[in-house]
């Protein structure tokens, strides 16, 4: 099974900061990569798919890029409601697997 | 819109069984890969099973293969997870969750609410 390790496992950030989330696969996923925010009760949204693309009608604060095995999330601007947990996820080969999570928190 | 409404979920006890349902509406159901998500309570997400758009293979994360069942029925946009020899560590929320591929590698773009299954005895 293909593990994923997201770091750091919770941040602190304000308003406006830059944020950067990284997500490491145990081997090569090509692009097979996925985001996904999840706020506390709902269910998660994605973000961004195959590694770099934006999903219909998430800001564009938000981007991805990465190949292989290492990847990034970066929230360009840190907004309100952007506070949240965010995990990645591989859809290279089954069993699916997704990092453990991030926790971006107020500052 | 896009809506998916899971249901079948409540409390049973260790070794039981259950099955849960996802209504489908407001896309082409037939034509995409669906999966099963759950989260345990303040735990992260694990994958549980997928199924591409025709039903005609089932994959599944080890800590369920053998016990539980992924299925679709297409003439009635529903997915199914039966859960067969429930444990303990199966109580989570479970979502249903619409791929954006027919072969379902390409990221889950819409979720259900969630259905709460408890085992508890």
């Known amino acids: 099974d293909i593990q994923m390790t997201q770091s750091p496992s919770s941040l602190s950030a304000s308003v406006g900061d830059r944020v950067t989330i990284t997500c490491r696969a145990s081997?090569?996923?090509?692009?097979?990569l996925n985001w996904y925010q999840q706020k506390p009760g709902k269910a998660p949204n994605l973000l961004i798919y195959?590694?770099?693309s934006l999903q219909s009608g998430v800001p564009s604060r938000f981007s991805g890029s990465g190949s292989g095995t290492d990847f990034t999330l970066t929230i360009s601007s840190l907004q309100p409601e952007d506070f949240a947990t965010y995990y990645c996820?591989?859809?290279?080969?089954?069993?699916?697997?997704f990092g453990q999570g991030t926790k971006v928190e107020i500052k | 819109q896009v809506q998916l409404v899971e249901s079948g979920g409540g409390v049973v006890q260790p070794g039981r069984s259950l099955r849960l349902s996802c209504a489908a509406s407001g896309f082409t159901f037939s034509n995409y890969g669906m999966h099963w998500v759950r989260q345990a309570p303040g735990k992260g997400l694990e994958w549980v099973a997928v199924i591409p758009y025709d039903g005609s293979n089932q994959y599944y994360a080890d800590s369920v293969k053998g016990r539980f069942t992924i299925s679709r029925d297409n003439s009635k946009n529903t997915l199914y997870l039966q859960m067969n020899s429930l444990r303990v560590e199966d109580t989570a929320v479970y979502y249903c969750?619409?791929?954006?591929?027919?072969?379902?590698?390409?990221?889950?773009?819409?979720w259900g609410q969630g259905t709460l299954v408890t085992v508890s005895s």
């Open positions: 081997q090569t996923i090509t692009t097979y």
């Open positions: 996820q591989q859809s290279f080969s089954t069993p699916l697997t």
């Open positions: 969750a619409k791929d954006k591929a027919k072969w379902a590698a390409a990221g889950t773009d819409y």
């Open positions: 195959a590694a770099s």
